[in-house]
Every structure is written in C-alpha cells, then in structure tokens.
C-alpha cells in the first residue's frame, strides 16, 4: 500500500495550492479517504473527508469555505484545493484511507497513511 502526497510547498497568505494523493496497492474506490495536518507543537487534526463514491464530503470548521476535497476514481488519487491560505494552515498535510467517520457514517478495520506534504504560508 501507497499513499504519495504532493503539492506541498510556500505560499503567500490568501494564495492557493492544491495537494494531490496518488493511491496504489488496494482498492482505492472502496475506501473513503481523507486529509489531516498536523503543525508544529500540535496534535494532528483531520481535516477534510469524503466517502469512497465521492458523494458525501465534510470538513473542519476551520477551513470549511475554503477547503475543497475531491477524489478521481479512475486514477486513484484525491486532492485537497485550498483556498484563502492563512498562517495558520501552515502544517505537514497527511492523506489517510480508511479509519472511520460518525458524520459520514463510515467505520474500517484497515487504516493507511502517506508520508506527508509540507504546506508553509507565509509573507
């Protein structure tokens, strides 16, 4: 199993990125998938999600109306649009396939997590 972020890098505040993860090794259209991040001092924090079909999505207060997650199926990868960037996104952004969802009203037993992508805003 594979998870490889991509996209990361320096940006201005209220600039864009866009994060790609390119899956491989299960069956990525079974599998709801999901971003995390994690800032320096801080414990990691999910988010955005969205279900294995791509027609259920949620997000973090913090970057909902700003955040777009999106999922492509048929080249196994998700992405992660980000918009109106703040100082405060600055974090290792992670792709995470599995693990479970209340609001989404998923659950799985298997739980795979990418190495991480480095999204620094700053002046």
């Known amino acids: 199993v594979q998870l490889v972020e991509s996209g990361g890098g320096l940006v201005q505040p209220g600039g864009s990125l866009r994060l790609s993860c390119a899956a491989s090794?299960?069956?990525?259209?079974?599998?709801?998938m999901s971003w995390y991040r994690q800032a320096p001092g801080k414990e990691r924090e999910r988010v955005a999600a969205?279900?294995?079909?791509?027609?259920?999505?949620n997000y973090a207060d913090s970057v909902k109306g700003r955040f777009t997650i999106s999922r492509d199926n048929a080249k196994n990868t998700v992405y992660l649009q980000m918009n109106s960037l703040k100082p405060e996104d600055t974090a290792v952004y992670y792709c995470?396939?599995?693990?479970?969802?209340?609001?989404?009203?998923?659950?799985?037993?298997?739980?795979?997590w990418g190495k991480g992508t480095l999204v620094t805003v700053s002046s």
């Open positions: 995470n396939a599995g693990g479970s969802s209340r609001s989404l009203g998923y659950s799985y037993a298997q739980t795979f």
């Open positions: 090794g299960f069956t990525f259209s079974s599998f709801a």
């Open positions: 969205i279900t294995s079909g791509g027609g259920r999505t």
